[in-house]
C-alpha cells in the first residue's frame, strides 16, 4: 500500500476519526467514546511466550492502537481500542486479528506476574509491592494472577478500505473444515470486526460524522459512482485530508486543491476531471483546432466554453513545463 497506508494512518491518528469509526461499531454513531479520553499507544505490540522452557519471541505491528479512559465508581479503568486497515480483503482476517489480540492479553498478563515476587517456595508467598504486602497462594503465583485480578478488554476493529465486495471469511469458524459438525461446538469462534464501505446504507453515513462518513460515502459508490459528487453539495467543501484519502483510495484521479482553510471542492475537482477527460478524448477528432475542441467539450459536459478554455490552457502549461 506504501505512500497511501501512510497516508491512512496518519489520517486515523486524528482522534475523532478514530473514535468515530468505534461509536458507529458499537454505539450506532452515538458520541459515547470521547476523543480527549483516547491516549495513543505504542503499535509494536510484542510478549515471550514459553515454548517446553523454550523462551520464544512474538512481536506485531498493529495499524492503530488507543487506551480508552472511563470514570467507573471514581475508578479510572481502561479499554484498549485498535484499527486495522485493509486495502485488499484479507482472507486470513479473523486469525490475523485474533493473534494481535491474544498477544495483547499475554502481555497483561506478563506484565501482572513482573508486579509478584517470588520470595520463597512455601505454598503461602507473601512479599512487599510498593510498600504494599501482597499475599498469594501458590495457585496464584503459578498462574501468575490472583484471584480477582482483571485484564483489559481490546476491541479489534478491521476497516476495509477498498470499493469492491468483501467476500473473505468473519469469523474464524469461516475459516475451519470441520468433518463433523459436533465438533464445532468445542472449538472456541472469534468473530471479525468489520466495516465494509460497500455494506453501508445511505442512512450510516451520518452515523460517523462528516469527515470519516464522506470518506466511506465516496467508497461505497466507488470510481463508476462518484458522478454523483457534482450533485451532491456536501462535496463542495470538505476536509482536504479527507479528500485526498479518499481520491488515493478509491483511484479517482482527482487533481484535489486545498484551501487555506483546509478545505477541498471534489465537486470542482470531479468536474475539472471530467473537462480534462474530454478535451484528449476530443483531441482525436480536431487535432489542434482548440475551438472546436472548446465548443465540443463545452457542448457535451454542459460547461461553459471559457472555463473549459482556461482548463485547457492550464493543462498545455502544465504539459510544457513537464516536458522541458
Given at each position: 500500500?506504501?505512500?497511501?497506508?501512510?497516508?491512512t494512518?496518519?489520517?486515523?491518528?486524528?482522534?475523532?476519526n478514530?473514535?468515530a469509526?468505534?461509536?458507529?461499531?458499537?454505539?450506532?454513531g452515538?458520541?459515547?467514546?470521547?476523543?480527549?479520553?483516547?491516549?495513543?499507544?505504542?503499535?509494536?505490540?510484542?510478549?515471550?511466550?514459553?515454548?517446553n522452557?523454550?523462551?520464544?519471541?512474538?512481536?506485531?505491528?498493529?495499524d492503530?492502537?488507543?487506551?480508552?479512559?472511563?470514570?467507573?465508581?471514581?475508578?479510572?479503568?481502561?479499554?484498549?481500542?485498535?484499527?486495522?486497515?485493509?486495502?485488499?480483503?484479507?482472507?486470513?482476517?479473523?486469525?490475523?486479528?485474533?493473534?494481535?489480540?491474544?498477544?495483547?492479553?499475554?502481555?497483561?498478563?506478563?506484565?501482572?506476574?513482573?508486579k509478584?515476587?517470588?520470595?520463597n517456595?512455601?505454598s503461602?508467598?507473601?512479599?512487599?509491592?510498593d510498600?504494599v504486602?501482597i499475599?498469594?497462594?501458590?495457585?496464584?503465583?503459578?498462574?501468575?494472577l490472583?484471584k480477582g485480578?482483571?485484564?483489559k478488554?481490546?476491541v479489534?476493529l478491521?476497516?476495509?478500505l477498498?470499493?469492491e465486495?468483501?467476500?473473505?471469511p468473519?469469523?474464524l469458524?469461516?475459516?475451519l473444515?470441520?468433518?463433523?459438525?459436533?465438533?464445532?461446538?468445542?472449538?472456541?469462534?472469534?468473530?471479525?470486526n468489520?466495516?465494509?464501505?460497500?455494506?453501508?446504507?445511505?442512512?450510516?453515513?451520518?452515523?460517523?460524522?462528516?469527515?470519516v462518513?464522506?470518506?466511506?460515502?465516496?467508497?461505497?459508490?466507488?470510481?463508476?459512482?462518484?458522478?454523483d459528487?457534482?450533485?451532491?453539495?456536501?462535496?463542495?467543501?470538505?476536509?482536504?485530508?479527507?479528500?485526498?484519502?479518499?481520491n488515493d483510495?478509491?483511484?479517482?484521479?482527482?487533481?484535489?486543491?486545498?484551501?487555506?482553510?483546509?478545505?477541498?471542492?471534489?465537486?470542482?475537482?470531479?468536474?475539472?476531471?471530467?473537462?480534462q477527460?474530454?478535451?484528449?478524448?476530443a483531441?482525436?477528432?480536431f487535432?489542434d483546432?482548440?475551438?472546436?475542441?472548446?465548443q465540443?467539450?463545452?457542448?457535451?459536459?454542459?460547461?461553459?466554453?471559457?472555463?473549459?478554455?482556461?482548463?485547457?490552457?492550464?493543462?498545455?502549461?502544465?504539459?510544457?513545463?513537464t516536458?522541458?
Open positions: 500500500m506504501g505512500r497511501i497506508d501512510a497516508r494512518k496518519e489520517y486515523m491518528k486524528n482522534p475523532s478514530f473514535a469509526l468505534f461509536n458507529f461499531l458499537m454505539y450506532d452515538k458520541p459515547v467514546i470521547d476523543p480527549e479520553k483516547l491516549t495513543r499507544l505504542d503499535t509494536a505490540e510484542g510478549t515471550i511466550i514459553d515454548q522452557g523454550l523462551k520464544v519471541p512474538v512481536q506485531k505491528y498493529r492503530s492502537l488507543e487506551a480508552w479512559s472511563i470514570m467507573e465508581d471514581d475508578n479510572l479503568v481502561y479499554v484498549l481500542l485498535a484499527e486495522e486497515f485493509q486495502s485488499e480483503v484479507h482472507y486470513a482476517g479473523p486469525v490475523k486479528d485474533m493473534i494481535y489480540d491474544s498477544i495483547n492479553y499475554v502481555d497483561q498478563v506478563n506484565e501482572i506476574k513482573r509478584y515476587m517470588k520470595t517456595a512455601q503461602e508467598i507473601s512479599f512487599e509491592n510498600g504486602k499475599h498469594m497462594t501458590r495457585a496464584e503465583f503459578l498462574s501468575g490472583r485480578d482483571k485484564l478488554p481490546v479489534t478491521m476497516i476495509y477498498g470499493t465486495e468483501w467476500d473473505g468473519r469469523t469458524h469461516d475459516m473444515y470441520f468433518p463433523d459438525e459436533r465438533i464445532k461446538a468445542f472449538v472456541p469462534d472469534y468473530k471479525l468489520l466495516i465494509v464501505p460497500r455494506e453501508l446504507k445511505d442512512e450510516d453515513f451520518p452515523k460517523f460524522g462528516t469527515n462518513g464522506s470518506l466511506l460515502w465516496i467508497l461505497n459508490r466507488g470510481k463508476a459512482g462518484v458522478a459528487l457534482l450533485n451532491d453539495p456536501q462535496f463542495r467543501s470538505i476536509d482536504g485530508e479527507t479528500a485526498c484519502l479518499a483510495l478509491a483511484g479517482l484521479n482527482l487533481n484535489i486543491v486545498i484551501d487555506e482553510g483546509g478545505k477541498a471542492n471534489m465537486c470542482k475537482a470531479m468536474e475539472d476531471h471530467d473537462i477527460t474530454g478535451i484528449k478524448f483531441r482525436d477528432f487535432g483546432n482548440d475551438e472546436k475542441i472548446i465540443y467539450v463545452a457542448h457535451i459536459l454542459s460547461a461553459d466554453p471559457e472555463y473549459v478554455r482556461n482548463i485547457m490552457v492550464h493543462d498545455d502549461v502544465s504539459t510544457e513545463a516536458a522541458s
